[in-house]
């Protein structure tokens, strides 16, 4: 695969657009040989479900038999300009007090994150610094955008083996959303939600500062990074950059509106970039989300009526891909059990 230091285009998306071009494909021979594995295990066909499904797909996405030795949660914060038009019943602030939070211990994420022997990462992604805001001009330029996706780049590192993905910011979900119509149509009505306990009132403001977006960019959304860096934030292309830097080698699970919106940008650019990647669950107050899922092709793997997790989520759903993959090295196959008896009884 090529790597940033190996393409040198003299632009600031020119990397990442080889890169995005480029993506190899998954190991399916990793994966066909796991199904094998589970039907030697299973005595009755379908017994474990989408538990064969999870670990074939983190042998296709690691091009190993599967195995969980480097899990992380990796959770990107960034605040946005568009808070200032009250799209949130969340103060700005609250941001912060979530990073100070999990730093301290006391989130729920970290919480699972112990309970299933899986590392935390919280970036805080100049959280003085909000982005622009997206109805007066594009939320970054290109050159910020394309730095902070190499930032998240960085954080495959270290030998991780599976990452999950998730993210938290005020106005993550309007972005989300702006992002979801400029790619897939319709107006800020189709795609925005109560996020985080927003009224009417205030899922109204969303709806229409999203499509005052979509109108003053309307002459530059044909091009996916376009789309990203004009109406994402700092988190969308820092999980953007993660999802690319970890093909081949990494399997990926998504948390979240904001984390599928800007997987959903990479999918618009190269409809197998996802082949690696899974989703956690979809946000219960976002019905956006629901739908983006389905546009992109990505199936939750659980369904607890959840809001945005702020992690959560994504570190549940990597403690099921850890399960998955124990359950296929540990499980002696079917005949060897049944010859094993039938030893005992002579």
Not at 65 to 93: D, K, T
Not at 143 to 158: K, L, N, Q
Not at 311 to 327: D, F, P, R
Request: with cysteine; aromatic share 4%.
């Amino acid at each position: 695969m090529a790597t940033l230091s190996s393409i040198d285009s003299g632009l600031p998306f020119g990397d990442f657009r080889a890169l995005i071009e480029r993506l190899p494909p998954l190991d399916e021979r990793a994966a066909a040989r796991v199904r094998d594995d589970f039907g030697r295990i299973e005595k009755s066909k379908d017994s474990l479900g989408g538990i064969e499904k999870v670990a074939a797909w983190l042998a296709a996405s690691t091009g190993r038999p599967p195995a969980v030795l480097r899990p992380v949660v990796a959770i990107f914060a960034g605040n946005h300009g568009i808070a200032r038009h009250g799209v949130s019943p969340r103060p700005v602030e609250a941001t912060r007090r979530f990073v100070e939070l999990a730093a301290a211990g006391g989130a729920g994420v970290n919480q699972v994150c112990a309970a299933h022997g899986l590392g935390l990462k919280v970036y805080d992604l100049a959280l003085e610094l909000p982005t622009a805001d997206f109805t007066m001009g594009a939320a970054l330029d290109e050159r910020a955008c394309a730095a902070t996706m190499a930032f998240g780049v960085e954080a495959v590192t270290d030998g991780v083996d599976l990452i999950a993905l998730a993210s938290t910011g005020v106005g993550g979900s309007t972005a989300a959303a702006a992002i979801s119509a400029a790619i897939f149509g319709g107006s800020g009505a189709d795609w925005v939600g109560a996020g985080s306990g927003a009224d009417a009132a205030i899922i109204g403001r969303k709806a229409e500062i999203v499509d005052e977006a979509l109108a003053l960019h309307s002459g530059h959304l044909e091009d996916p990074l376009e789309v990203l860096r004009r109406l994402g934030g700092r988190e969308f292309a820092a999980i953007a950059g993660t999802i690319i830097a970890a093909r081949t080698q990494v399997a990926v699970l998504l948390e979240g509106f904001a984390a599928t919106a800007a997987a959903a940008v990479l999918h618009r650019a190269n409809p197998a970039a996802l082949d690696h990647c899974l989703l956690a669950y979809v946000a219960a107050t976002e019905p956006g989300h629901r739908r983006l899922a389905e546009k992109i092709g990505l199936t939750p793997l659980f369904d607890l009526g959840m809001g945005e997790g702020e992690g959560t989520g994504a570190a549940l759903a990597a403690g099921t891909v850890k399960a998955a993959a124990l359950i296929h090295s540990g499980m002696p196959a079917a005949d060897t059990v049944e010859i094993s008896q039938m030893e005992q009884t002579r």
